[in-house]
């Protein structure tokens, strides 16, 4: 697959190959959402989020601590629950500003949201306690980190509730979990996924692995029965890729439609089968390119250099001064980047919250496991080249 400039399109997500299967099952001392005493599947992870809200039985219209630095995402699923929001504000570690949260809000929030933004996990204790002095249940989102230890406890274990997303982390189209360290889940009603959307699960792992030149040896046959069937969708496809010139409506592009489902088999078979070592080894390896790459550059910095020892990445946090135009350039490119820059309508600016600063300025590189060392330097290097663009004096460039 090729971007628009020519070259080799790179996976915004992971890819299933043979090397999935290969490596340690799992690796000595990094902890991961499986440990947790109770879990159930969903189909992903703002239906887990959904499904924490729900196993808390509150009241309808109750307050829902939620941070200002989201995606979407992670506010679809209190609305959905009949519950409303209130934010707070993320300091510069992406903690929790407790002090942004007035004491009325708090004396009436049944429940806080918290992310371990972009992999890195983080100790909750002190947010577990302020919680805890308030009957507030927490919800850990652990969306950004399957893998890794947050301060004193292992990710998901700080949270009445946890919530992760299984497509950031393995080779599947959607999937999460609901989990507990503490309490136990009442199974949730979820309905099964018919037919079709099984073999739809299936064919999309499949055809995005021959669509990235992955699966040697039944590939090709695999790629000429997409190409037939690609052939037959072509006029809805077309349909499909016509992205967003109208306003988004938030909650019609959270596509919340399968939240009370069985997540699809994809999810489940993929999940048990798939070693983790691999995918903790080559994320913690991409980190640490790009790291190397945006050491020192005028114009951008790494929110944290360095990846904690024990955390697994998501993505590469870089913070850019001119981020609006890198980032359009870099979608142009078709490069695997992020911005959370589609925020909730009512988001408040509160006072040193670094939030609506984040939703601007951080691009989110991808880190997965299926971006070699040579797509990360492509992608730091493209980075890098749009950074002294930036810096060029108007009328000295190459046109
Ligand atoms: C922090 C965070 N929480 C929750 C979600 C929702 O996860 P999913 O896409 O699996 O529904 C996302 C998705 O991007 C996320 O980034």
Redesign the pocket.
């Known amino acids: 697959m090729t971007a628009r400039d020519g070259t080799r399109q790179l996976p915004r997500t992971p890819l299933l190959d043979w090397s999935s299967f290969a490596g340690p099952r799992r690796l000595a001392g990094v902890p991961s959402i499986d440990d947790m005493a109770a879990s159930c599947l969903t189909t992903?992870?703002?239906?887990?989020?959904y499904l924490a809200l729900l196993q808390l039985r509150l009241d309808p219209g109750s307050l829902v601590l939620v941070p200002t630095y989201?995606?979407p995402?992670?506010v679809a699923p209190v609305i959905l629950a009949g519950l409303r929001v209130a934010y707070f504000g993320i300091g510069a570690t992406g903690l929790p500003q407790l002090g942004t949260i007035a004491d009325a809000t708090a004396a009436h929030a049944k429940a806080m949201l918290v992310?371990h933004?972009f992999g890195h996990p983080r100790s909750l204790a002190e947010v577990r306690q302020w919680c805890d002095a308030r009957q507030i249940a927490l919800i850990e989102?652990c969306?950004?980190c399957y893998f890794g230890s947050a301060g004193e406890r292992p990710v998901g274990a700080w949270g009445d509730f946890a919530?992760a997303?299984?497509?950031?982390f393995f080779p599947v189209p959607?999937?999460?979990v609901l989990a507990s360290a503490s309490r136990p889940i009442v199974a949730p009603k979820l309905t099964p996924q018919g037919l079709r959307v099984e073999l739809k699960s299936w064919t999309d792992v499949l055809e995005s692995a021959v669509t990235y030149g992955r699966l040697a040896g039944v590939g090709w046959v695999l790629a000429r029965i997409f190409a037939i069937k690609n052939r037959i969708n072509r006029s809805r496809a077309a349909a499909a890729q016509d992205e967003s010139t109208a306003p988004p409506n938030m909650m019609l592009a959270c596509d919340m439609g399968r939240i009370t489902r069985r997540p699809a088999s994809t999810a489940v078979v993929l999940k048990r089968l798939l070693p983790h070592g691999r995918i903790i080894t080559r994320r913690r390896s991409n980190y640490a390119v790009y790291a190397q790459y945006f050491r020192q550059v005028d114009g951008a910095y790494p929110l944290y250099p360095e990846a904690a020892a024990d955390a697994v990445p998501y993505v590469f946090p870089l913070w850019v001064d001119d981020a609006d135009r890198v980032y359009q350039n870099l979608r142009s490119l078709a490069l695997p980047v992020f911005r959370?820059d589609r925020i909730w309508p009512d988001t408040p600016l509160l006072a040193g919250d670094v939030g609506p600063s984040w939703s601007r300025h951080v691009l989110q590189l991808l880190c997965h496991q299926d971006l070699s060392d040579a797509d990360v330097t492509r992608t730091a290097v493209a980075t890098l080249a749009l950074l002294s663009a930036e810096r060029r004096p108007t009328g000295s460039g190459t046109g």
């Open positions: 992903s992870g703002r239906a887990a989020i989201h995606c995402t992670m992310s933004y989102d969306a950004h919530t997303s299984l497509s950031k959607e999937g999460g959370w």
